[in-house]
């Protein structure tokens, strides 16, 4: 176990919706107050299949996390968490690697604030919380508890999940500039996994949830798959490449989806 480096005095702003706490929302949790549901019932009202959407995401952490650690990853960073959800990724990642270690960030005061169910880890590995700003990745890359816990001259299994969907871009290809500065912390060896919205599918429905989130106070931008495949330049796509997240390695026969359900793209890359 290593610990959290954050300043104990939090502001959780339960007066705005915040993704993380929607999120929890949809995914049947209870960390979540009347702005994150009032705002994640509106997304539902026009998008009905949100809830399914969330668990989606969900599932395809734990297969991509799963099928690292049994090709040998060790080492996990994981950059916009999210509140706790059993099992979480070093749950899923101990399970198969008892070692292995796993940095958890956020810059959500509320995930800070339960992240001491990400700090139990098993014995034999290691896991750390960074309250840090993805947008800034020199704060991540930085922190010193990442140090402490992972060793960034060997392989890293980074995780991007239903992130930067959030991150906008503003006239500046800011999301790719900052994924790109997380690759290039990495060696040869490490992974990227990544999960991201699209309107690709439900044009009609992704406006208006876009416009609920902006509304909200969260900044949100669906991109297209070509915008999405660009965040892997120059490292390798793991099969089978860029699909729907339900249909990256599915465990099983494939369960039938409500039409449009699915409106996250998905894919695993390994750097040369
Ligand atoms: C939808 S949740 C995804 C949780 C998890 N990765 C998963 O896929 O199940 C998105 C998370 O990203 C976090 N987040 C959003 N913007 C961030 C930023 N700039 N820096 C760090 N975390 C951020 C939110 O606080 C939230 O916890």
């Not at 019932?41 to 299949?49: E, H, I, S, W």
């Not at 992130?163 to 500046?172: I, K, N, P, R, S």
């Not at 931008?221 to 249909?247: C, M, N």
Request: net charge negative; proline share 7%.
């Amino acid at each position: 176990m290593s610990g959290s480096g954050a300043d104990p005095v939090v502001d959780l702003r339960l007066d705005r919706a915040h993704s993380a706490r929607m999120y929890d929302w949809y995914l049947g949790g209870h960390t979540n107050f009347a702005a994150d549901r009032e705002a994640a019932g509106k997304v539902l009202a026009v998008y009905p299949a949100a809830r399914t959407a969330a668990r989606l995401t969900r599932q395809l952490t734990h297969r991509v996390t799963r099928f690292l650690a049994r090709e040998g990853m060790r080492q996990f960073l994981d950059i916009g968490t999210g509140i706790p959800t059993p099992p979480n990724l070093h749950e899923v990642a101990q399970e198969v690697r008892p070692e292995a270690r796993v940095v958890y960030v956020d810059n959500d005061p509320i995930v800070l604030a339960h992240a001491a169910a990400l700090l139990r880890s098993h014995t034999a590995g290691r896991t750390a919380y960074v309250q840090a700003d993805a947008t800034v990745p020199e704060s991540v890359l930085r922190a010193p508890l990442l140090h402490a816990t992972l060793d960034l001259g060997e392989p890293v299994a980074l995780s991007l999940n239903a992130l930067l969907h959030f991150v906008t871009d503003d006239g500046c290809d800011r999301a790719h500039a900052i994924v790109e500065c997380f690759k290039s912390a990495v060696p040869s060896g490490s992974t990227l996994a990544m999960t991201h919205a699209t309107a690709d599918l439900t044009p009609t429905e992704m406006a208006r949830i876009t416009e609920i989130y902006v509304r909200a106070g969260t900044p949100f931008q669906s991109r297209s798959k070509a915008e999405f495949t660009r965040f892997f330049d120059g490292w390798e796509l793991v099969e089978p490449g860029v699909v729907l997240s339900h249909a990256w390695r599915p465990d099983g026969p494939a369960e039938p989806l409500p039409p449009g359900a699915d409106v996250c793209y998905a894919a695993v890359a390994r750097k040369p």
